[in-house]
């Protein structure tokens, strides 16, 4: 394939800025090879966060060609070589080097959201009973591997940087699969409103284009979280009917 | 939530500030374009009162911008009329710096329905309101941190929107019974009614179907059948659940398709009574 060029945001803080790396380029490369291979060849203090380069840890978020992607997991046969490829850090975190930033805040959140309760047990030996219809519907949330890159594209944490206010999509993710299982009693609707700022949520759907799991966050988990917290805050007649019911 | 950052955040871009190299503003540009024109169209349509209904050779089609009719403009016998010709009363209240058209009395229902469903608000916000203008694209500056998103007034609002879904499920059964309506004809010789079919049989049968793949795929629609509960089991309930799920999937191309065809149906009632198309009879 030739030679090509990689437009890095590189340095820390006020010294930070793009610097061009020209390297060789081969069939089946990923962008995080050429970052690699520019670490080995001319910037060996090149900062960049990777782990297991098959996309499923998480680790190698980034922003490539100005869209939120794994490096892992943009193949450079996707990319205009014929341009510098513009690869940048994630811009809802605070930048440390390079393209490392610090995501440390995301697991601060999530270990502030209530915890998994299950039902007393079914059985007297202490196992449950579900229908593997229901445990279908969250094992979709399951499947997200931490790369923040839902979180990056928010403009709520993006643009407006409302990160005291606002979980942000992975975390309502999260919620979710937590909410809507069948053995969960417990209720994280007046957190995730109050708290977690669900309704800064304007349905973008930008978390869902970007995800590498192809959760379909919008509308599988911010919506159905949004439509129940309309049945416990805003509907009046959802209300009057709970009001007859017995709680979870 | 309030786990404070404490390092600094990059900066905020400007209004189209991006890395992005793909034609990012064309999708943009095309919602706005395309709810522009169906807004333009339709405001303009529904104030016209009149070319709303076709009878020619004993047709019985009725624009779904007028329906349900409720009451026929003065001096009008459409015979798609609940109460006949619009009351006295209803005049005299009637602004009286534009003519009675039925279409203002029930269209702030449909309206409302699109206007508050998940799929438009995002396009909308996107398009009309650059919030953001389009994914990891900058935004207009004046906004940044006073954003207030729908968690507050006057967005907060839009969780209204299952009631409109209510309405709109009772639009579906009417627009239903106006298609059903189209297969009949007037025979000019007994003056009763005959099977038949015209383009704008076809033409009227089409919207509530494509309605109905927006409406059953809605997601206040998918959460009240089914959705709501974590249990839901394998019955019907469950089965019912799935097939919103599915139409559910693709919510977005059901709300372009029934946007578009909705007022396609209208041009072609108006267009027929208007006498400037000619409505081929099929059957």
């Known amino acids: 394939m030739g030679k090509a060029t990689f437009r890095i945001w590189t340095g820390q803080a006020e010294q930070a800025g793009f610097k061009d790396y020209a390297t060789d380029v081969g069939e089946g490369m990923v962008v995080l090879d050429a970052v690699h291979q520019i670490q080995a060849e001319t910037a060996p203090t090149l900062a960049c966060r990777w782990n297991c380069k098959a996309g499923k840890c998480g680790s190698c978020s980034a922003e490539i060609n100005g869209k939120p992607r794994l490096m892992c997991m943009t193949r450079l046969d996707q990319l205009d070589l014929s341009m510098p490829v513009v690869i940048e850090p994630m811009k809802s975190f605070p930048h440390i080097k390079d393209l490392v930033t610090d995501v440390s805040w995301n697991f601060r959140v999530k270990k502030s959201i209530k915890k998994f309760k299950p039902r007393a047990p079914d059985a007297p030996d202490g196992t449950w009973r579900m229908q593997q219809a229901d445990v279908d519907r969250v094992q979709e949330f399951r499947k997200c591997i931490e790369c923040f890159l839902c979180q990056d594209v928010c403009h709520v944490l993006r643009d407006h940087h409302k990160h005291p206010e606002f979980a942000g999509p992975r975390h309502f993710v999260y919620t979710a699969a937590l909410e809507m299982h069948p053995l969960d009693t417990e209720d994280r609707l007046g957190q995730m409103k109050d708290e977690g700022g669900l309704g800064y949520c304007n349905i973008t759907k930008c978390c869902t284009k970007v995800c590498p799991e192809h959760i379909t966050i919008t509308d599988n988990a911010i919506i159905p979280l949004k439509e129940r917290v309309v049945d416990e805050y805003y509907d009046p007649i959802t209300r009057l009917f709970k009001m007859f019911k017995p709680r979870k | ?283």
């Open chain 2, 1 to 283: 939530m309030s786990q404070g950052v404490n390092v600094r955040l990059p900066q905020i871009r400007k209004l189209g500030e991006t890395s992005r190299t793909d034609n990012w503003w064309i999708q943009p540009l095309l919602v706005f374009l395309g709810f522009a024109t169906f807004i333009v169209y339709s405001t303009w349509a529904a104030f016209q009162g009149k070319h709303f209904a076709f009878d020619g050779a004993g047709a019985h089609y009725l624009s779904p911008f007028y329906s349900p009719l409720l009451w026929d403009p003065p001096g009008m016998h459409s015979g798609h009329a609940w109460f006949g010709e619009a009351p006295s009363w209803l005049l005299s209240i009637w602004p009286p710096f534009m003519a009675f058209s039925p279409a203002l009395l029930i269209l702030w229902a449909p309206g409302g329905f699109r206007f508050t469903c998940y799929y438009y608000r995002g396009a909308y916000y996107k398009a009309f309101w650059a919030d953001p203008i389009n994914c990891s694209v900058g935004e207009p500056g004046f906004r940044k941190e006073k954003y207030r998103g729908e968690k507050k007034f006057p967005l907060i609002l839009q969780n209204v929107h299952r009631y409109f879904l209510y309405l709109a499920l009772a639009f579906l059964v009417l627009l239903a019974w106006d298609a059903i309506h189209s297969f009949m004809f007037t025979d000019p010789v007994s003056g009763g009614n005959k099977f038949g079919i015209g383009i704008g049989t076809l033409v009227l049968t089409i919207n509530p179907i494509l309605l109905g793949g927006y409406t059953l795929g809605c997601h206040s629609f998918r959460h009240l059948i089914g959705g709501r509960k974590n249990e839901m089991g394998d019955g019907i309930g469950k089965k019912a659940y799935d097939c919103s799920s599915c139409l559910n999937r693709r919510h977005m191309l059901w709300a372009w398709m029934s946007l578009f065809w909705v007022g396609f149906t209208d041009v072609y009632v108006r267009l027929c009574s208007m006498g400037i198309w000619t409505d081929y009879r099929l059957i």
